[in-house]
């Protein structure tokens, strides 16, 4: 993940020539404005540009070896396997960061060795897509919780930037969401605050812990560690884990660096492995549930 801050480029022109560089000319209220926008995309193409070139340098003398290898000519046009293979796992050498320069979940999604993410924020990889995972919606809704009006995703005309947040919406009545989960690394979940836009809901979910429920109801399968646990894998399930009751973990208020709520409820599992969880709540409002995690 890389973290943009516009400020920094912005900052020192607005010393040089504070009328063309102050925040009138880029920002609507809080927020970027056209040409607000485009700077930040200035901003962020040419990082990426950056890295592309970093990257094409780096494997420039092994292009040159396979064309050398294979005998290319100027009439082979097509790609070829070993150059999908080599640009499909690009040098990387630079690591995690740095423990002080981690955000909210140092050190567990750090050291976590896979993590997965599905959600139903726009734009993403449409394959993360929150609704692919749900089991069953019995009474939630999937429906757009917020975002620009108009948006060119909405195939109606609209020439409105991609920014629409999605997510199942429900509350006490409407029954259990059902979501097929992989649980990884930390045996962790993380469901994200739901979103409030301007607040409205900001008072409900200081009592998350208190009304959100989730209880496996099927288990593909678990990874266990313990050889000798391994020949009683079908037993643990049943005992352990099969219809286990989870409750958002308020008890180490330092997971994400600040109250816990402030970010999401975190679930933890008795161990890695697929599961099917149900989700209810036990509130009257309407609660969207938009972006999920597991590490």
């Known amino acids: 993940i890389v973290e943009f801050n516009p400020s920094l480029g912005l900052n020192p022109m607005k010393a040089q020539q504070n009328a063309l560089w102050k925040d009138e000319h880029f920002y609507v209220t809080w927020h970027p404005g056209p040409v607000g926008h485009r700077v930040y995309a200035e901003i962020i193409a040419h990082f990426y540009l950056e890295a592309v070139l970093l990257v094409l340098r780096d494997v420039q003398k092994t292009v040159t070896d396979i064309e050398q290898t294979l005998e290319m000519t100027d009439s082979i046009a097509q790609p070829i396997l070993e150059m ?28 976590a060795p896979t993590s997965f993410c599905m959600l139903g924020y726009n734009p993403k990889d449409m394959a993360f897509d929150l609704a692919h995972f749900v089991v069953n919606a019995n009474g939630w809704k999937y429906i757009n919780v917020a975002g620009n009006p108009q948006p060119l995703s909405g195939m109606d005309g609209g020439q409105a930037s991609l920014d629409t947040k999605f997510g199942y919406k429900g509350n ?6 059902v979501l097929s989960v992989k649980i990884a690394g930390n045996q962790l979940m993380l469901l994200e605050k739901p979103y409030a836009d301007w607040g409205g ?4 979910l200081k009592t998350m812990d208190r009304w959100l429920h989730a209880q496996i109801v099927h288990v593909v399968d678990i990874e266990i560690d313990d050889e000798e646990k391994q020949k ?10 099969l219809n286990k009751k989870l409750r958002c973990d308020t008890r180490d208020g330092q997971l994400w660096m600040r109250n816990i709520l402030d970010f999401g409820c975190v679930l933890r599992f008795p161990y890695a492995g697929k599961y099917h969880i149900a989700l209810t709540v036990d509130v009257n409002e309407e609660i969207p549930i938009c972006v999920i995690a597991t590490f």
């Open 172 to 177: 006490k009545k409407s029954g259990a969401l």
């Open 84 to 111: 999908l293979s080599l640009l499909q796992d690009a040098p990387y050498k630079a690591g995690l960061p740095t423990t002080k320069e981690t955000k909210k979940c140092k050190p567990v999604c750090t050291d």
């Open 201 to 204: 809901l900001n008072d409900v």
């Open 232 to 241: 009683d894998k079908e037993a643990i399930i049943k005992k352990e884990v």
